[in-house]
């Protein structure tokens, strides 16, 4: 099955750039998708189709996708973006949704 | 305003059978496929079932697959879990979600609901 591979945690001040990574092979020939989840709250889609933002989604959020590397980068970090980053695709050979593991994203 | 409501969660034994149901409201439900997934305590989101439009199709992950039932009543504008055969480790908050989009494949979640807690007890 596929396996998509998340940083668990990544850290920085606020005003930094950060970037979470979505591991998989040959990632590039999917879509990703991706989604923050405060504690106790229902996830939130931030990017959709590699580099999509839903409206009222900052644009200090991007995202990319290229070889086996998908990123979701977050410029300008604020205390507000602390939060677990989820990756997401669809494995068209097995009819799966699949999710990372997660990275939990902390402002110092 | 999309909304989507889930309900039925509750505290069961090993080996009990549980419907969890959620209901949208604010879109043309018909229109869209919908999922469940699940998040066990501390852990992190991991796919439970998808159910697409036009009778395109019903996918579980292979850790559900023979034992939890999703269906969908667009007269209702309610989805539904059927749980058989409940495991210790189907505890978790399940959440819905709408696709967000109109294909016949694949999936992302545009919409979530707040989840419903379900608790499996050995």
């Known amino acids: 099955s596929y396996v998509l591979t998340q940083p668990p945690s990544v850290s920085l001040a606020p005003g930094e750039t950060a970037t979470i990574t979505c591991g998989g092979d040959?990632?590039?020939?999917?879509?990703v998708h991706w989604y923050q989840q405060r504690p106790g709250q229902a996830p939130v889609l931030v990017m959709y189709?590699?580099?999509d933002r839903p409206s009222g989604i900052p644009e200090r959020f991007s995202g990319f996708n290229s070889g086996n590397t998908a990123t979701l980068t977050i410029s300008r970090v604020e205390a507000g973006d602390e939060a677990d980053y989820y990756c997401?695709?669809?494995?068209?050979?097995?009819?799966?949704?699949?999710f990372g593991g997660g990275t939990t994203l902390t402002v110092l | 305003e999309v909304q989507l409501l889930e309900s039925g969660g509750k505290l069961v034994q090993s080996g009990g059978s549980l419907r969890l149901s959620c209901e949208a409201s604010?879109?043309?439900?018909?229109?869209?496929?919908m999922s469940w997934v699940r998040q066990a305590p501390g852990k992190g989101l991991e796919w439970v079932a998808v159910?697409?439009?036009?009778?395109?199709?019903?996918y579980y992950a292979d850790s559900v697959r023979g034992r939890f039932t999703m269906s969908r009543d667009d007269s209702k504008n309610t989805v539904h879990l059927q749980m058989n055969s409940l495991r210790a480790e189907d505890t978790a908050v399940y959440f819905c979600?709408?696709?967000?989009?109109?294909?016949?494949?694949?999936?992302?979640?545009?919409?979530w609901g707040q989840g419903t807690r379900v608790t499996v007890s050995s």
């Open positions: 604010g879109f043309v439900f018909r229109n869209f496929g």
């Open positions: 189709y590699d580099s």
């Open positions: 997401q695709v669809w494995d068209g050979k097995s009819d799966h949704v699949v």
């Open positions: 040959n990632i590039r020939t999917k879509s």
């Open positions: 159910f697409y439009t036009g009778g395109s199709g019903i």
């Open positions: 979600a709408r696709k967000g989009d109109f294909d016949t494949s694949g999936f992302f979640g545009d919409y």
